[in-house]
């Protein structure tokens, strides 16, 4: 059975939402700045709850939700340890998470414009994914 733009949508915020999560989670043990360790934590939060709605949305449509494969984790993983191993400073992990936040809206955007017939539900929790992490890349750049 073909997915529906909806599922499509609400397994693309899945995957995004787990993407910021599974990050923040690989970086918060790296640096001692109490403020960037607060906002992180903030962020974690919400990426918990949009990527529970998105939970919610998929079961009341009968559909599993499928989150980052195994080998997208390792990739990510690798890329921050390779990018932190020499430099732990709130300005390098700050960057990339600036960077992360903004590869985020990009993919909300795409998924509005790959899925235009999911349901009014799917996107205006794309939209508020899409918002929270432009506030997030703004966050972030206080920190550098």
Partial sequence: MMQSDNEKMLQEIVQNTEMGKNTLDELIGLTHDQRLKDEMMRQKREYRRINQAAHTALDAIGAQAHGQS???????????????????????????LAEGSGQGVLD?????????????????????????????????REFI
Wanted: with cysteine.
């Fill in 70 to 96: 195994a080998a997208a984790r390792m990739s990510v993983s690798m890329g921050i340890r390779t990018r932190t191993m020499l430099d732990k400073s709130t300005r390098n992990l700050a960057t990339m």
């Fill in 108 to 140: 909300c955007k795409r998924a509005e414009k790959d899925y235009p017939a999911a349901s009014p539900g799917a996107q205006k929790l794309c939209r508020e994914l899409g918002t929270m992490q432009a506030q997030a890349e703004a966050a972030w």
